[in-house]
C-alpha cells in the first residue's frame, strides 16, 4: 500500500479497510488480520494499526473478541456503504455540481453519458 502526505497513516489504512469491506475482500463476520500480522503486511507500526483498529471499532465496524482476535462487524458492509454514501453526498456531489456548471454540463448530459456507460460505449464529448 502506497501513503500520500495529507492525511494521517491510520486514516488512509481505515480507507483501505473500508474497500476491503466494501469490495467483499473481507465478508460481513470474517477474521481480519491480527495487529501484528497487518502492520507487517502494511510495512507500519503496529501502533499504527492498533489506532486504527481501535477507530474502526469504536465506528462499529470491526470487533474485537478477547482472546480469538478482530473480526469484520455482521453488518459491517451496509455500515461502511452508508458512511461511503453519506461522504459522497456531502463532499463529492457539490464538487461535481458546481464543475457541471463551471463546465455548462446539464443533468441530461449526465443522464445521456450514465446510460452509455450501461451499455459500455465510450463516452464522447
Known sequence: MQF?????IYLQIAEYIHDLILNRVWEDGQRIP???DMAMELEVNPNTVIRTYAMLQEEGTLENQRGIGYFTAKDARSLVLKQRREKFIKRELPQLFSTMETLGITLEDLQHYARNKEVGNEIQA
Do not use: D, K, L
Open 4 to 8: 500520500n502526505t495529507f492525511s494521517p
Open 34 to 36: 491480527s495487529v501484528r
